[in-house]
Structure formats: C-alpha cells, structure tokens
C-alpha cells in the first residue's frame, strides 16, 4: 500500500483527510528505498500521483529533484527560450521574465517543483485574476491567461525533463477560463484630429513617418525596419518582412509579428512622403560632421543616419499628439485609424487582414467587429436603395 491517509490539526478541525503517496525507488547499488511523492486533498488526486509516480519510475525518470523550486525551473525555462532565438526574441525572453518576476515567483516560486498541487495553482490563478495592474485596473483576462500559459509552459519543460510525472496546470480546476476572442480596437483618429496631428507633425522631423504609418496602417516596429530596398517607387509597392525591436538592453531587427512578409500598395500621399523623407536625408548628411553620418540604408533615420528606435518613435508621436490636441498620444492608434478608414470605404476583411498583417481576417474581425456593422449598415441601405429604384422603374 502507498496511498496514506493522514490528518493535520487543521484536517482533524475541518473533519477532513489528506492522503500522502509513498513508492519504493531503488537507488544507486541496486538499494531500495521509499521515497515520497506528496500530499493530495482527494484519493483521486493521489491515485493520480502514483500512477504518474510509478510509470515514470518504471522508465528510469528522475522524480522530481527534491530541492528543486518553482521559481528555479521558471529561470531554466527561461534559458531553454534564449537558447531558441528563432521563436523567442529578446523581447519576448523580457515580457517572459517581467511576467515571471512580477506575477508568479512571488506566490509560487519558493514551492518545491514537486509539491505544486493543483488546488495551490487554481488559488493563484484567483488570487491573479483580482491583481491590480499598472493601469489600476485588475488584470485582463488575456493577462491573466498568458502569464498562466508561461507556467504551463514551464511546467511542461519539466515534465519533458522528467522532473515531475505531470503537469499540474493541466488539471481543469486549475485552468483559468479563456479569454473573449473580441479584442479592443483602440482609438481612431477623427478627420480632425487627423488633420490636426499633420499639422503638427509637419515641422518636424517625424512627419513622413505619421503619414506613413496613417497610409498603410503598418505596426510601429516595421516601420522602424523598414529599409529603402523594401520600397519600390516605380511599382508603388512596400514589401513588409521585418521588425525592429526593443528591449532594456539590446535593439535588434526579427520577423514580424507573424513570421510573414506582405507586399501593400503605395498611395501618390505616401509616395510623396518618401521622397520628402530621402531629401531629408541627404540634406542629414551633407550637415553631419565628416565621418559620423552612418548610411544605415534604413528609411526612417536620425540626424546621424542611425535608423530610428520603436521607443523613439512613440516619444515623437507622444510629443506631437500634445501639440495637436488629439485624444490620444498612442503611435498604435494610428494603425486604428487606417484599419477603420479601409472598412469605412468598403474593404473586406481578408483585404484588410492583408494590409494590416494580421494572421487570418477572423483577428480583423474580432477586433474591428464595430466598424464592420457600420459598414454592412450603409451596405444594406445602398442594397435596398438599389432595390426601391428598381421596383420604381429607374435605374
């Protein structure tokens, strides 16, 4: 027998059982030993554990390191990331991190990996759910879902390493319930606003940058990798492949969002913005001292010729959005206001889903899903229109 029952003092006050799993391990020298695999609310759960116990030891696994925290096993998941660069950026390994530091070691991480029950984990997910954020506010339930995807993920690093027989985040108590699919679109622009923020933009350097990002709806990190080979003048065609990013500590240029390139057209204004955006740079470096101009080849560049960082380009639009009296100061809005001036013309979704870089039209239409209905109202009153001249004899 391996399955225990036992009592705390709490568990004699609330009248309950915890049952403790035991198995028999043989060691190095073929000597047998027992070793424990921890303590379960319910039967269930236990029976669960000694199966999960016993297969792993039959194959030679390594039952959990008895020291081994989870705190300790989110750092190694962490190096199994970096050691990834392809699918985890610097980025990317720093929003792990944040998450980790800010929302799962302070709760879960001085537990031993082995000890982690499913029940201490729904608690957490709780406890997470009611967190107040930077903005206030309680986490979202994207936050909330992503920074439990990072422990599962670890989790099952370890499960994989056979550290531990299971995953405990895989238990359904334990699991948070998904996040609505419907995203927040965000701000976008009115015809006065937008008209007010070039004004603005215009003695500066920044504003070919706003016109583009106004004209193709492009997300602020590609922008700022755009290069001049990725611009075709004659054929008016911008090819979209890579994205600058930025952390603490390094800047470095990495697929889109995605991992696609998309070619989109350019419109006369944006063509426009070009040109006015390399005479610019040549006037740059006809000014800059002899021998610090650097030709980067970027499009969007400082005095120097330096291609321009994303955390430099959302202090400019921050500026120049106060100046113009705007309502927002985010660069992302201006992405918005693209995507809503396409549904608002007649784009469909795939074609929208195209410009904007999206990975299928169904995240266009979950987070535009507003403009949409605007756009299928005017559709049908052009259809019936259509229909009330027709059943009049017109035309």
């Known amino acids: 027998m391996s399955i225990y029952k036992r009592k705390t003092a709490r568990d004699r006050k609330n009248g309950k059982h915890r049952y403790t799993v035991v198995i028999d391990v ?10 424990t695999i921890g303590t379960y609310g319910t039967r269930d759960e236990a029976e669960r554990a000694e199966r999960d116990a016993l297969t792993a030891r039959d194959r030679g696994h390594n039952i959990a390191p008895k020291s081994l925290t989870v705190a300790q096993m989110m750092a190694e998941h962490l190096d199994y990331c970096k050691a990834d660069p392809a699918h985890h950026t610097a980025a990317t390994i720093e929003t792990y991190s944040l998450k980790s530091k800010g929302y799962i070691e302070p709760k879960l ?76 679109a965000g701000t976008a622009l009115t015809d006065d606003e937008i008209r007010r923020l070039l004004r603005a933009a215009a003695p500066t350097r920044w504003s070919s940058f706003v016109v583009l990002a106004l004209a193709t709806g492009a997300r602020r990190g590609e922008l700022c990798g755009l290069s001049w080979n990725d611009v075709d003048m004659d054929a008016r065609k911008l090819r979209i492949w890579r994205s600058l990013s930025q952390t603490k500590d390094c800047v470095e240029l990495k697929d889109t969002k995605t991992h696609r390139e998309r070619l989109i057209g350019l ?13 610019m740079q040549a006037e740059d470096r006809l000014r800059a001292p002899v021998r610090l101009y650097v030709d980067s080849g970027a499009v969007f560049t400082n005095e120097l010729g330096e291609r321009i960082t994303p955390m430099a380009a959302t202090k400019a639009f921050a500026r120049i959005a106060r100046a113009a009296g705007i309502s927002t100061q985010r660069l992302h809005d201006t ?10 013309d007649g784009s469909d979704a795939v074609t929208v889903a195209s410009v904007l ?25 052009r259809l019936g229109a259509r229909m009330e001249r027709i059943v009049s004899g017109g035309k």
Not at 113 to 139: D, Y
Not at 268 to 277: F, H, I, M, T, Y
Not at 370 to 380: G, L, S, Y
């Open 109 to 184: 991480g001085s537990i031993i990996l082995s000890k982690l029950q499913p029940s201490t984990v729904a608690a957490w997910k709780n406890e997470l759910a009611a967190t107040i954020g930077r903005s206030g506010k309680p986490l979202s339930p994207k936050t909330v879902h992503n920074v439990f995807g990072l422990l599962h993920a670890a989790l099952a690093l370890a499960v994989g390493l056979e550290y531990v027989g299971r995953n405990v985040c895989d238990v359904k108590a334990a699991k948070p319930s998904r996040p609505a699919t419907s995203q927040r």
């Open 26 to 35: 043989q060691g190095e020298g073929g000597k047998r030993s027992r070793k």
């Open 267 to 279: 419109s006369s204004w944006a063509l426009e913005a070009l040109r006015r955006q390399r005479v």
């Open 335 to 344: 992405r918005h206001t693209a995507a809503s001036h396409l549904i608002a």
């Open 357 to 381: 870089g999206h990975e299928s039209a169904t995240i266009t239409l979950s987070i535009y899903s507003h403009a949409f209905d605007d756009a299928k109202h005017e559709a049908t009153d």
